[in-house]
């Protein structure tokens, strides 16, 4: 059955019973491919029917068909005729695990960030409205989670305003269990208040009643009130209603038959509708729903029958971080965990259990998480924030007005950060580096290993007057790279034999640089490489150490634009120092889902790309004589 659906017009003749035939063979057809690519599984199998009828009753690309967020959307994309394509899902050349406009019409948001998808519909659907385009539908797939940001609530309040849009809400719901209301008397109800009669039923009786003096308008609050009050008990549909919006369900978002019959009742109301529609996350599969934690929300490469995990365990730079915060809480009291949906992800799952009552998720709100920590650390407690480095983008403005300005102790711990590749171009954790770079007082700490990230982490708690943050990569940690010595907080970790090049490694860069720098050696050109550590404020010792060489190079996995080595510029001038200087870096471009390795390679960001880079760089800088003393003690040392 389902090699025959190449596009979403193959749905249309097909009976209930093929329909379940396709549903079961769909699901099978995840559980193999995801488990060899890895990938989102749980979410797309808690939305295969509710796919399959959206898909049924609208006709995308015409009508418009956004998923939020996009990681369920791997249905949508085997109905527009991309099965073929999932032996390379999420890898080079092949789909990527978000919807990508590249790859087909029928995708729309490439944007991967929660909450956004309500403000796209009701743009999208204003845009129809306005162009007199009323014979198009847009049709907004929300998850449950997507609920908890603010923007989403933002968007609605403009939705629920507007009386000439055909814009369908379905609220995928698979945390809650609404059994009881799911049935004949909630799909009656439901199917009433999509009905034109029984609007106009309610126009008329409140024009009749708040007529009649004294007690007609007292009359029709008190049914209207009884009304809504039976609903309630009914369906939890209230504070949607409250807004303005027409609720529908709840639904059960396995059943093609119901989901079909409230999705037509829906697309005729010509009205923005809400479909509360409750599905299973997992559903299908035994190894996810027996996965209480995360329904197997996102898998790596597992073996498709039992959920096992198939590569081999390594230690992670979240479990790193983990382990040590948890070690943070116990020695101080005032240490509060904030995470914004992502416990688990973040590695904050260890501290919830030692310490529930510290540890906070807000949901998908990174704007409320930051400035509930401006908030706690007025009280004295030192908030601990952590998210995704993609993701403190959406709270940018919260962590300059709200917590720097205020000079709050709040430290954030950006995981993901620089390269991640798999998750494409809105998951690279680059921007982080030049955000933080502009925000006054803050201060930024870029481990190199395991052991750096314990050290910075406990010196970025004990400042308690400005924010500071720690980044550190997507992965297994490497082996931790001992400094050679340390010079006024600046660790070096590989010592030339002449002074031709300074190369400063940022973070987890430091492997690729010791290397460069011994292959470099092996062509006649002394690289020292240094390890700042921190990385805002930069280390004033910097300028002298960089007086000594010919010329420096600023090796970062964040954008050049704006990031390190731009900031090393800027203090190169400020204090009159005329060295050449060159930056390894991102290009201020949005990048392709690849292997993190991949992307590198791409990038130039190699060992053996930056050793023939500093090579040809040296032949160009002008010989330069500096007193015998300077290298007289250099010793090759790697």
Do not use: C
């Not at 590249?102 to 999208?124: F, K, Q, R, Y």
């Not at 004294?214 to 209603?241: C, R, S, W």
């Not at 991102?586 to 590198?600: N, Q, T, Y």
């Amino acid at each position: 059955m389902l090699e025959s659906i190449k596009s979403p017009s193959d749905l249309k003749a097909l009976s209930l019973e093929q329909l379940a035939q396709l549903s079961e063979e769909i699901r099978q057809f995840l559980i193999t491919q995801v488990s060899k690519t890895g990938g989102h599984l749980g979410p797309n199998l808690g939305v295969v029917e509710l796919t399959i009828a959206i898909h049924r009753i609208f006709d995308s690309p015409k009508d418009v068909v956004l998923f939020d967020t996009g990681h369920q959307s791997y249905v949508h994309k085997i109905l527009t005729g991309r099965a073929d394509q999932f032996d390379k899902l999420r890898q080079r050349g092949g789909i990527a695990g978000y919807p990508n406009r590249s790859e087909s019409v029928h995708d729309v948001i490439e944007n991967s960030h929660a909450s956004t998808a309500l403000s796209w519909g009701d743009g999208i659907s204003r845009g129809f409205s306005l162009t007199g385009q009323s014979d198009r539908h847009v049709v907004v797939v929300v998850g449950d989670g997507a609920l908890t940001g603010g923007m989403s609530w933002e968007a609605l309040n403009n939705i629920a305003a507007a009386t000439d849009r055909n814009l369908i809400i379905v609220v995928n719901d698979n945390e809650r269990s609404y059994s009881p209301t799911i049935g004949g008397v909630a799909t009656y109800l439901s199917t009433l208040r999509v009905t034109r009669g029984y609007e106009r039923f309610l126009d008329w009786g409140k024009e009749v009643l708040t007529k009649t003096p004294v007690v007609g308008n007292p009359i029709y609050e008190t049914l209207h009130g009884v009304k809504k009050g039976i609903k309630d008990i009914i369906a939890p549909q209230g504070m949607f209603e409250d807004l303005g919006l027409k609720y529908v369900g709840p639904i059960d978002g396995h059943d093609v038959a119901a989901m079909e019959r409230a999705l037509v009742q829906a697309k005729e109301f010509g009205e923005p509708v809400l479909l509360h529609v409750i599905t299973e996350k997992g559903k299908g599969h035994k190894p996810a729903i027996e996965d209480e934690a995360e329904k197997f929300h996102a898998v790596g490469i597992v073996d498709p029958e039992t959920g096992t995990p198939l590569g081999k365990s390594v230690t992670t730079w979240t479990s790193v971080f983990s382990d040590e915060l948890v070690a943070l809480g116990h020695e101080r009291k005032d240490i509060v965990a904030i995470t914004a949906a992502m416990l688990g992800p973040t590695g904050l799952d260890k501290f919830e259990a030692a310490f529930p009552d510290r540890t906070i998720d807000v949901g998908i709100a990174e704007q409320h998480a930051v400035t509930s920590a401006a908030g706690l650390a007025f009280t004295g407690m030192h908030p601990v924030v952590a998210v995704y480095s993609t993701f403190l983008n959406r709270a940018f403005d919260q962590m300059l007005m709200d917590v720097a300005l205020h000079k709050a102790g709040v430290t954030f711990v950006l995981d993901r950060s620089g390269v991640t590749g798999d998750d494409g171009p809105s998951h690279n954790g680059v921007w982080d580096l030049a955000l933080t770079g502009i925000v006054p007082t803050m201060h930024v700490a870029a481990p190199r290993d395991a052991a750096r990230l314990r050290e910075t982490l406990r010196e970025a708690v004990e400042i308690s007057d400005a924010p500071s943050l720690v980044r550190f990569p997507k992965g297994a940690v490497q082996s931790d790279i001992p400094a050679f010595e340390r010079r006024d907080g600046i660790d070096v970790l590989y010592r030339g034999e002449s002074a031709d090049v300074l190369l400063v490694s940022i973070g987890s860069m430091a492997a690729i640089a010791v290397e460069a720098a011994s292959q470099a050696y092996r062509e006649g050109v002394g690289v020292t490489v240094i390890d700042p550590r921190w990385v805002k404020p930069l280390p004033q010792s910097l300028i002298t150490m960089a007086q000594r060489y010919k010329s420096v190079v600023v090796l970062e996995d964040g954008i050049r634009h704006a990031g390190i080595a731009s900031s090393i510029s800027e203090m190169f001038r400020e204090a009159g120092l005329n060295v050449a200087l060159h930056s390894i870096g991102v290009p201020l471009a949005f990048i392709e889902h690849s292997k993190r390795a991949e992307i590198l390679e791409d990038l130039g960001i190699t060992a053996q790309k930056i050793s023939r880079d500093i090579v040809e760089w040296s032949s160009t800088v002008e010989e330069m004589q500096f007193p015998a003393h300077e290298n007289a003690d250099r010793k090759q040392t790697r």
